[in-house]
């Protein structure tokens, strides 16, 4: 299974993005997935998760009313939708998918609850 994640770049503080995380090899239509970043010199933490359904997500506290996760199903394929975006939003994002069990509605918030990556993608947010 691959993750590829794309996206990222250059934006202004206040500008939008939108993320896409696609897989290969294996559906992740029934998986929870999730995006997490890493910030230079921070460790990666969890930006927001949803469920299988797409019916439950999670989102971090420093983004919440500003990203947005969603997922498409039929094209196996997740987004993160980031408006209002802040300097302190640059950071390398991931997309993950935890796949050792299908039709979850939990969503974690640790690296630990995942099993497969993506490579990331770069955001820059400049002030």
């Known amino acids: 299974v691959q993750l590829q994640a794309s996206g990222g770049g250059l934006v202004q503080a206040g500008g939008s993005l939108r993320l896409s995380c696609a897989a290969s090899g294996r559906t992740f239509s029934g998986s929870v997935v999730a995006w997490f970043r890493q910030a230079p010199g921070k460790e990666r933490e969890f930006v927001a998760g949803?469920?299988?359904?797409?019916?439950?997500?999670r989102y971090a506290d420093s983004v919440k009313g500003r990203f947005t996760i969603s997922r498409d199903n039929a094209n196996d394929r997740v987004y993160l939708q980031m408006i209002k975006l802040k300097p302190e939003d640059t950071a390398v994002y991931y997309c993950?998918?935890?796949?050792?069990?299908?039709?979850?509605?939990?969503?974690?918030?640790?690296?630990?609850?995942?099993?497969?990556w993506g490579q990331g993608t770069l955001v820059t947010v400049s002030s």
């Open positions: 949803i469920a299988a359904s797409g019916g439950s997500t």
């Open positions: 993950a998918a935890r796949m050792r069990e299908q039709y979850s509605f939990t969503i974690y918030y640790t690296e630990r609850g995942y099993d497969y």
